[in-house]
């Protein structure tokens, strides 16, 4: 089933990675008995769990991205009891272009554009589900679209800046996911080279499209600053992956996809 993009509503509150794995780990100690009542005895017995509606949500992600799957099991009830079964340590989620019109990307892309990739349980906590599946969350995919380049030379290392340029992130977890795909010296250069190119004072673009750009990622840089993340963006990243490919983006294409994104230049 293709992805069909649409507005990704915010989780109502950050699950916690620490948390999901525990329950996989309870899960697997109860084997054939991990009913939900079950699973939830242990898990507020444990700290980790208490509530019915809590437990539900955790289950029902680790169930989208694989790492769970339920079966009937008759009890002579009317219903029949769910037992969960750890299948995997390594959730799934989706990542690609379509994700990122979900995200608000200003680009027509097929509701097909887009992959399933093994993350790691932050990955899946942070993903929101969508046509029954995870998405990942909007830093992964970014991380994602940008490695995708440095492999296939798609060229939307362009979008990955528009983006950038345009929306707020959480920094220090797009900058950490970076580095864990050795793609954080290009990252950090590249937001570095967003904030270089729209406090210049000269540009070859014109004043509506460079004003919008500027206006936007300033006060989004100021949100940055003010929190103290920017500073991460100037520390040295970790890996070379994607240096070339930022440094060959031109200014003129930064602010031109960016104006775009901003719906002020075709």
């Not at 440095?150 to 220090?172: E, F, H, I, R």
């Not at 050795?182 to 729209?198: F, K, Y």
């Amino acid at each position: 089933m293709g992805l069909i993009p649409q507005a990704l509503p915010p989780m109502p509150r950050q699950l916690s990675s620490t948390k999901a794995r525990e329950l996989a780990e309870i899960v697997t100690r109860l084997g054939g008995a991990a009913s939900f009542r079950a699973i939830l005895r242990e898990a507020a017995l444990a700290g980790v769990v208490v509530e019915h509606k809590t437990l539900r949500r955790y289950l029902d992600l680790m169930l989208a991205g694989k790492v769970l799957k339920v079966e009937p099991r008759n009890v002579g009830s009317v219903l029949p009891q769910q037992i969960f079964t750890l299948t995997s340590s390594e959730p799934q989620v989706r990542v690609g272009l379509a994700v990122l019109r979900a995200y608000g990307l200003n680009w027509d892309t097929p509701s097909s554009s887009f992959r399933t990739i093994s993350t790691d349980f932050e990955g899946l906590v942070r993903s929101k589900i969508t046509d029954s599946a995870p998405v990942a969350s909007l830093e992964d995919c970014l991380i994602h679209t940008l490695h995708e380049d440095t492999q296939q030379n798609t060229g939307t290392t362009a979008l990955v800046s528009a983006m950038l340029s345009t929306v707020k992130v959480d920094l220090p977890y797009l900058l950490r996911r970076a580095d864990e795909m050795h793609l954080g010296t290009a990252v950090r250069q590249l937001c570095r080279r967003i904030l270089e190119i729209v406090s210049s004072k000269e540009t070859r673009v014109g004043a509506s499209v460079f004003m919008s750009v500027r206006a936007r990622f300033l006060k989004i840089a100021r949100q940055y600053a003010q929190s103290g993340f920017w500073k991460l963006a100037e520390e040295q990243g970790v890996g070379e992956l994607g240096v070339k490919i930022v440094t060959s983006l031109t200014d003129e294409e930064i602010l031109m996809t960016a104006g775009k994104q901003l719906g002020v230049t075709g």
